[in-house]
């Protein structure tokens, strides 16, 4: 079978590499891919927004499957023309994937179909959204109603903080269009946990749990990034909080998902928090999460392939997917700077001695003239998989030393809370 990819991270190359296990597979494409994928796939100069591009590559490259993996080409519509276009793929339609890209609707079909969730109020008028904010207990949560790179939550610590990011996202537009509509909703205390799942719309299949560490620094601090590291399991997910979860969150939303005339075919990451009145569901993703990819798919232990074509075909209760109890860590190596200013283009070098068992997955990098150069800022990220967490996260950063270049930068307590949770 020959496969297309759309994405170039780390999360599309760890698809790529546990989409090569299928025997079936002869050749796997990715639009755009990065430098780093060497092998692994042979990339192609289309980006991944450039729908009509992907089309026609797909058409004339004889391509069976296709796997949309980033937000921006779903909330496009780059699924329904590949399947207009007789290719096969998965992924979320348009009219789905608005789950990810609308605050405003994914908050209102929370609770219209009365799914755990912080209250919340949207607005369209910054003066509105002021009047609220006078009379508001803080820290509060602002939320741009469309896709900013994952950069449009604000947390307001006080009333100044709250004026200014409703002025910054509805007065001066730094999100554009996605800042015509806010969501202001209360600040939810308690542990956070990502859980991806494949569903085809009428069955659900939770994937293993992972924690995300999406600030900057050690510690939980700087600036939020699109995700430093990852853990997998998430102890603080146990089998309980997952039972009440699936009943509370996942199989309703799938389920309001088809009563709203909007099935949801793909992954769903779900973002959760774990409060002292029960799970709450923080956000919907349409997708799968990156860096979370990184770590939930080295625990996978059936074929992905055969799963992500059930997810297509309807049939994904007829598939097995299993996961391994192992524990996975993934450390991600940034330019320093990154997620703000930063630097591109020095060489990557992996040591010879690079274990074995690990696994690579390039996120910013370039091939130029035989050299693997650093392009952007998260660069790459090394997974490691073992028994316990304690012993992954060890191997991870272990083998994290062993790739260099300069200007690196990497949080050095991925797993650190997850380690010391006590549950
Ligand atoms: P998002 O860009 O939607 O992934 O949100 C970024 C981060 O903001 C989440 O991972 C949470 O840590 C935080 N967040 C979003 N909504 C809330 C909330 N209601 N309460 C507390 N933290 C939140
Ligand atoms: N790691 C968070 C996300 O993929 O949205």
Redesign the pocket.
Known sequence: MNILVVGGGGREHAIIKKIKENSKVKKIYALPGNGGYGSDAQCVPIAATDIEKIVEFARSNEIDFAVVAPDDPLAMGAVDELEKAGIPSFGPTKSAAIIESS?VFSKNLMKKYSIPT?RYEVFDSPEKAKEYLEKSDYPI?I?ADGLAL????I?AEDKKQAFDAVDSVMNDKVFGESGNSIVI?????GP?VSVLSFTDGKTVVPMVSSM?H?RALDGDKGS?TGGMGTVAPNPYYTADVANECMEKIFLPTVSAMNKEGRPFIGCLYL?L?LTKNGPKG??Y?CRFGDPETQVVLPLLKSDLLDIMMAVQSSTLSEVSVEFSDECACCVVKASSGYPKKYEKGYEITVSADFPQDALLYFAGAKNEGGKLLTNGGRVLGVTAVADTLEGAVKKAYSAADKVKFDNEYMRTDIGKRALSADI
Do not use: C, P, T, Y
């Not at 909703?185 to 205390?189: D, T």
């Open positions: 605050k912080a949560v939320k994952g950069k449009g939550v947390i909703e209360e600040f939810l205390e956070e995300d999406k939020n973002g928090r923080i956000e993703n």
